[in-house]
């Protein structure tokens, strides 16, 4: 059992962070997974629509139609959504997930650079935050120390 600073008793279970830090850097990538997931998901909507927004560039190397990058960013935004909610319940495997989804992401903005320069940029920036939050050494306990 361990005790806190009121003096109270609560017993571990399975691993536990030490530090805050830790806890902290996982919240923030859930918080910014869900955060890219709904606007991914946005994103997808309105190329799927064939919005006025996006324009395209006639010799780009990923050239797919703009119909077919929105389904691409539809699902890819659901799929990290999902994962970043589950981070928020501690799921081991979210953070693992996490990683390769915001990985996906990366490469999805990168060849999406044509459409949405600036918003594919930070989106790029925040995936590899992502990254670096979840992959981030952390200090646990075992059960029963």
């Known amino acids: ?28 990538a859930a918080v ?12 997808g909507i309105a190329a ?22 929105g389904w691409i960013h539809l699902i890819l935004g659901a799929l990290v959504l999902a994962a970043g909610l589950a981070l928020f319940t501690g799921a081991t495997w979210a953070r693992a997930v996490g990683v390769a989804l915001a990985g996906l992401s990366m490469i999805a903005n990168f060849v999406w650079l044509p459409y949405a320069p600036v918003w594919s940029i930070v989106l790029i920036v925040i995936d590899g935050f992502i990254i670096w939050a979840l992959c981030s050494p952390r200090r646990e306990t075992k059960p029963g120390t």
């Open 32 to 43: 910014l997974m869900t955060f890219g997931g709904i606007m991914a998901i946005f994103q």
């Open 48 to 69: 799927i629509a064939e919005d006025d927004v996006f324009v395209t560039t006639p010799n780009f190397t990923y050239a797919f139609s703009l119909t077919g990058w």
């Open 1 to 28: 059992m361990a005790s806190n600073v009121s003096g109270t008793h609560r017993q571990r279970t399975g691993w536990e962070a030490q530090s805050a830090w830790a806890t902290g850097w996982t919240g923030a």
